[in-house]
C-alpha cells in the first residue's frame, strides 16, 4: 500500500475474553457498546469490530446480540461493521447465522494453529489449544460472505496464512482486491517484531489492503503500530486487544486507545481514513 493512502483505523471494543474485573470500560450492554462505539469514532475509528455479549457480559454467538449490539452502535454512530467469526468449537453454519445481522466486514482466520499463553514465572503454559480452521471451513464462510455482499477481512497470524490467500484467489472464491490483518503476538502465530510483519506484507499478493493487529503485547503493541505505519498498513487498537496505552497507564476508553493511534498516524505523515474513505477502500458499503 502507498504511504499516502489513508489509514483505517478499527477499534476492536470489547472481545470475548476479558471482563470488567480486568479493565473496567469493557462494554456489556448493547447501549455500552454504542457509547464506546461513538467514542472510538470521535477520536478517528472508521470501523467497529464486534464480539457480541449478553447484557451479563458473558461472550454470546447468538444472532440476537449480534443484532441488539449492531443496531445501538448504527443508531449512535455512522462506522464500518466488522463481524468476528472466530470460535472454538461452534459449527460454521452458526458462525454464518450472525452474519445476517447487519455485518459490512467480517474477519476470517485463514489457518489452524497452537493457540497459548504461557506463564514465565511459572514455567508454565496457562492456556493451550489448537484454533482449527481447516480450508473447508474457510471456504464456507466466504461463500456466505459473498452471498451477503460482505467484505472478508483475512486475519493471518502467520506468513503460512498470508500463502493460503492465493489459492483461494485462484479457486475464485476468494475476490480481489483483499483485506488482510496481520495479527501478532498470540503464542503459535508470528512474534510481534517489525521484521516479522514486513515479512508478512512482502508476500500479501498485490492490489490489496492491509493492516495490522497487535494482541497482548502491552506497551509493545505501539512500537508496532509504528511499524506498520511507516510499512503503509493501517493498524487496530481496543480494549480487545490490549489495556495500554503508551505510557503503561490503563486505558479508560476506548476512544483513549484511538486517539493515540490517530495521533501517531498524524505524526506518521499520513492521513486518518474517513467512514466514507474506508468504505470505498474496501468496498464494504
Known amino acids: 500500500m502507498p504511504l499516502n493512502d489513508p489509514v483505517l483505523i478499527t477499534c476492536a471494543i470489547s472481545g470475548a ?22 467514542r472510538a469514532a470521535d477520536a478517528g475509528a472508521c470501523m467497529i469490530h ?21 443496531e445501538a ?5 455512522d462506522v464500518v461493521i466488522n463481524y468476528s467469526t472466530g470460535a472454538i468449537g461452534v459449527p460454521v453454519e452458526h458462525r454464518i ?28 503454559f496457562v492456556f493451550a489449544t489448537v484454533f482449527a480452521n481447516p480450508f473447508d471451513e474457510i471456504v464456507a464462510l466466504l461463500e456466505a460472505m459473498n452471498e451477503l455482499g460482505i467484505k472478508p477481512e483475512h486475519e493471518c497470524f502467520d506468513l503460512g496464512h498470508v500463502g493460503s490467500l492465493e489459492p483461494l484467489m485462484h479457486k475464485g472464491v476468494l475476490r480481489p482486491p483483499l483485506h488482510v490483518s496481520c495479527v501478532m503476538g498470540v503464542l ?34 505501539w512500537g508496532l503500530v509504528a511499524s506498520a505505519l511507516g510499512l503503509g498498513g493501517s493498524v487496530r487498537v481496543g480494549l480487545e486487544d490490549d489495556f495500554y496505552l503508551p505510557g503503561g497507564e490503563m486505558a479508560r476508553s476506548n476512544g483513549e486507545l484511538v486517539e493515540r493511534a490517530a495521533r501517531m ?3 506518521a505523515g ?8 474506508a468504505r470505498a477502500l474496501l468496498k464494504a458499503a
Not at 499520513?270 to 474513505?277: F, G
Request: include cysteine; glycine fraction near 10%; hydrophobic fraction near 40%.
Open 17 to 38: 475474553v476479558a471482563d470488567r474485573d480486568q479493565c473496567p470500560a469493557i462494554p456489556y450492554t448493547p447501549a455500552e457498546y454504542a457509547a464506546e462505539a461513538r
Open 50 to 70: 464486534i464480539h457480541a455479549r449478553t447484557p451479563a457480559g458473558r461472550p454470546s454467538l447468538e444472532v440476537e446480540d449480534f443484532r441488539a449490539i449492531t
Open 73 to 77: 452502535i448504527t443508531a449512535a454512530v
Open 97 to 124: 447465522a450472525y452474519l445476517r445481522a447487519q455485518a459490512d466486514v467480517a474477519a476470517l482466520n485463514m489457518g489452524s494453529m497452537n493457540y497459548a499463553k504461557y506463564s514465565r514465572s511459572r514455567r508454565e
Open 188 to 221: 503459535g502465530g508470528a512474534p510481534p517484531t517489525a521484521r516479522n510483519l514486513a515479512a508478512m506484507v512482502d508476500h500479501i499478493p498485490a492490489g490489496g489492503h492491509w493492516g495490522l493487529i497487535g494482541i497482548g503485547i502491552g506497551r509493545g503493541q
Open 265 to 267: 498516524t498524524q505524526d
Open 270 to 277: 499520513r492521513q486518518v481514513a474517513t467512514v466514507a474513505e
